[in-house]
């Protein structure tokens, strides 16, 4: 059991540009969260999967965001035309389907700093 | 719009006392509550869990839950400097996203 691991790590980008985010959740975990967190603040929930399919969006989640899970497996989230506002932590988090189900766990994040 | 609240703190504790987090919830229909350890610039990490009414311990940390009164406390004994972080609560039903606190900011003094 490798962990939640997510890349890049930190990602420092102009406005107006694209960027996109990779998770790869602990492995047989069929759920997969998105979340943002700015400083002083909780994560914020996103959207999340369960296997490929996307079951619910934040309203948070404006039309320059996307997210994908192709094959149930790892994720990515896009953010188009990147706006000042974008600049903060952006969280992966899984879940399994067994007993311990309810329990999400977190990777490292990726620093996103717009400028 | 599901809330969950925590003292943003500092809560500022010695070394080897009890530190007690707490944390109140508005949706009554929430089943399940975590807790999560953040040190700065790290992500969280999921220290205790806990579905229903009463005490969980676990090592040094215990969780409880009152349903009746939205309310879930951390208790963490023996304080140590290594504790000090944000304590984030949070707030489910089943599988579903999280309702995460802003966190409670914990200093232990050596």
């Known amino acids: 059991d490798t962990g939640v691991s997510q890349d890049p790590r930190h990602k420092i980008t102009k406005r107006g540009q694209n960027v996109t985010f990779r998770c790869d959740p602990i492995s047989e975990h069929n759920r997969l969260y998105w979340y943002r967190q700015t400083l002083g603040q909780g994560p914020e929930f996103l959207t999340y999967f369960q296997n490929e399919a996307q079951l619910e969006k934040s309203r948070l989640l404006s039309d320059r965001f996307s997210a994908e899970r192709p094959k149930g497996s790892f994720s990515t989230l896009e953010i188009q035309r990147t706006e000042q506002g974008d600049s903060a932590m952006y969280l992966c988090?899984?879940?399994?389907?067994?007993?311990?189900?309810?329990?999400?766990?977190f990777g490292p994040g990726t620093r996103l700093t717009v400028t | 719009q599901k809330e969950v609240e925590q003292n943003s703190g500092p809560l500022s504790v010695p070394e080897g006392a009890i530190a007690s987090l707490n944390c109140t919830y508005s949706d009554r229909g929430s089943q399940s509550f975590f807790w999560y350890r953040q040190y700065s610039g790290k992500s969280p990490e999921l220290i205790m869990f806990?579905?229903?009414?009463g005490d969980k311990e676990d090592g040094r940390f215990t969780a409880q839950l009152n349903k009746a009164s939205q309310y879930v406390s951390l208790l963490i004994r023996d304080s140590q400097p290594s504790d000090s972080a944000t304590y984030l609560c949070a707030v489910g039903a089943g599988n579903t996203p999280l309702v995460f606190g802003k966190g409670t900011r914990l200093s232990v003094i050596a």
């Open positions: 806990i579905y229903s009414n």
């Open positions: 988090a899984s879940s399994g389907e067994d007993g311990r189900a309810y329990e999400q766990y």
